[in-house]
């Protein structure tokens, strides 16, 4: 059974298309050779990924994002095993959205900030289920 990962992190400086677009590329570089698929959501500042692949491979590759100095206060909001992935043909997706097209996407109320979508998600792990099919939902619209 595929391992899955949804976590956030914030930057620690800002990030520029060309920033974001050498990420993407070694991500997807690096994911292709461990088997790892995902999707890369960026929104003011802030990451949110879900990783997905063997359990040992993710955690492997979560220990190297965590001490990645391009950004800090990694939180984890899902573990688990997974019937099938969510993102099977995606090595990294990736989706720059709003915090108000994030929180419509999670189906989360009214939400105005970033902050106040990781408070949720912190707050409600049931929330959490829900990140990967809204990305996928995003990303097939």
């Known amino acids: ?14 990030m520029s ?7 993407l590329e070694d991500a997807r570089a690096g994911n292709e050779t ?12 802030v990451f949110l990924q879900i990783l997905e692949g063997d359990k040992d491979t993710v955690l492997s590759l979560m220990r190297s994002i965590a001490a990645d100095s391009r950004h800090s206060a990694v939180k984890v909001f899902h573990e688990a095993e997974v019937d099938q992935r969510a993102f099977g043909s995606w090595r990294m997706a990736y989706l720059d959205a709003s915090a108000k097209q994030l929180s419509e996407w999670l ?9 106040f979508i ?24």
């Open 118 to 141: 990781l408070a949720d998600l912190d707050r409600d792990p049931t929330n959490a289920s829900k990140v990967a099919a809204g990305v996928v939902r995003a990303l097939l619209s």
């Open 34 to 45: 461990r088997g790892v698929t995902g999707a890369l959501v960026f929104v003011d500042g």
């Open 107 to 115: 189906g989360l109320p009214g939400t105005g900030t970033i902050e």
């Open 17 to 23: 298309v060309e920033d974001l677009a050498e990420i």
């Open 1 to 14: 059974m595929p391992y899955q990962v949804i976590y956030s992190s914030h930057a620690n400086q800002e």
